[in-house]
């Protein structure tokens, strides 16, 4: 089983980025895909969730600046980051569940690397 992420980087603040989770090693399409992020010193949170029937969650910080998405055809969940600001400067990690969003990283049993997001001028 494998989660790896891409697509992190340096982006000026409203600028826009584009995660992608590429899993393998299980069936995708009934497990649940997360995005956490953690900044330095600061606890894991988490960013937003797509389920297999493609029903989204997202953390009130990124409601309408991100959008999560799903290509079940290519095992590969999607973060599209608009609109950035230096507080979105973190290490992002996607995960996977059965079924059903948590946003409690514990709650998910296959975790990526992460990639850095770095939003500064």
């Known amino acids: 089983v494998q989660l790896v992420e891409s697509g992190g980087g340096l982006v000026q603040p409203g600028g826009s980025l584009r995660l992608s989770c590429a899993a393998s090693?299980?069936?995708?399409?009934?497990?649940?895909v997360a995005w956490f992020r953690q900044a330095p010193g600061k606890e894991r949170e988490f960013v937003s969730g797509?389920?297999?029937?493609?029903?989204?969650v997202y953390t009130d910080s990124v409601k309408g600046r991100f959008t999560i998405s799903r290509d079940n055809a290519k095992n590969t969940g999607y973060l599209q980051m608009n609109s950035l600001k230096p507080e979105d400067t973190a290490v992002y990690y996607c995960?996977?569940?059965?079924?059903?969003?948590?946003?409690?990283?514990?709650?998910?049993?296959?975790r990526g690397q992460g990639t850095q997001v770095t939003v500064s001028s």
């Open positions: 090693g299980f069936t995708f399409g009934d497990y649940a």
């Open positions: 995960a996977a569940r059965r079924l059903f969003i948590s946003k409690n990283v514990h709650d998910y049993v296959y």
């Open positions: 797509v389920r297999g029937d493609y029903g989204t």
